[in-house]
């Protein structure tokens, strides 16, 4: 059983979240790709940002893209999992940030209904990246996706 199971917390990106054994927990490099996600998304060159969040789990990165955002952007964040999908539009609709959407389904080879996006965040690693999200990034779009073996 995994130490955070444990001890009943995990810290991530500076803060202290509880978490049971139905909880994902973060691994270490996800910090490194929420932090490089959300640089890009503070200087973005698109005045109306379009991100999309692939492998949402909880909608926490969802929720601080769209904060960061702002109304003038948009972020649809994707579970393939229907149960976090369910919990993660739960959670975030506590935030109330009518341009975030949560929806489940299978995006580990793009989503194309909300293309061009400006942003693509990936929370899983991939063996090589999806040439179908490469070509639903925007002119200067950036592709934030662990690649190599999980």
Same mark, same amino acid.
């Given at each position: 059983?995994?130490?955070?199971?444990? $001890?009943?917390?995990?810290?991530?990106?500076?803060?202290?979240?509880?978490?049971?054994?139905?909880? =994902?927990?973060?691994? #270490?490099?996800? $910090?490194? =790709?929420?932090?490089?996600?959300?640089?890009?998304? @503070?200087?973005?060159?698109?005045?109306? #940002?379009?991100?999309?969040?692939?492998?949402?789990? !909880?909608?926490?990165?969802?929720?601080? =893209?769209?904060?960061?955002?702002?109304?003038?952007?948009?972020?649809?964040?994707?579970?393939?999992?229907?149960?976090?999908?369910?919990?993660? @539009? @739960?959670?975030?609709?506590?935030?109330?940030?009518?341009?975030?959407?949560?929806?489940?389904?299978?995006?580990?080879h793009?989503?194309? !209904?909300?293309?061009?996006?400006d942003i693509?965040?990936?929370?899983?690693?991939?063996?090589?990246i999806?040439?179908?999200? @490469?070509? $639903?990034?925007? #002119?200067?779009?950036r592709?934030?996706?662990?690649?190599? $073996?999980?």
């Open positions: 059983m995994p130490r955070a199971y444990q $001890e009943g917390t995990v810290n991530f990106y500076g803060f202290d979240f509880r978490v049971n054994s139905s909880t =994902l927990i973060p691994r #270490p490099e996800t $910090e490194q =790709l929420v932090e490089r996600t959300v640089e890009l998304a @503070k200087m973005y060159l698109s005045d109306r #940002p379009r991100i999309l969040d692939v492998g949402t789990g !909880s909608g926490w990165v969802a929720a601080l =893209l769209a904060e960061l955002v702002g109304s003038r952007g948009s972020v649809i964040g994707i579970e393939r999992v229907p149960q976090l999908a369910d919990r993660a @539009k @739960k959670i975030t609709e506590l935030f109330h940030f009518p341009h975030l959407r949560i929806l489940s389904g299978d995006a580990s793009g989503w194309p !209904s909300g293309a061009l996006y693509i965040h990936v929370a899983a690693a991939t063996p090589a999806p040439t179908e999200m @490469k070509q $639903e990034l925007a #002119p200067q779009g592709l934030i996706i662990p690649v190599g $073996e999980p």
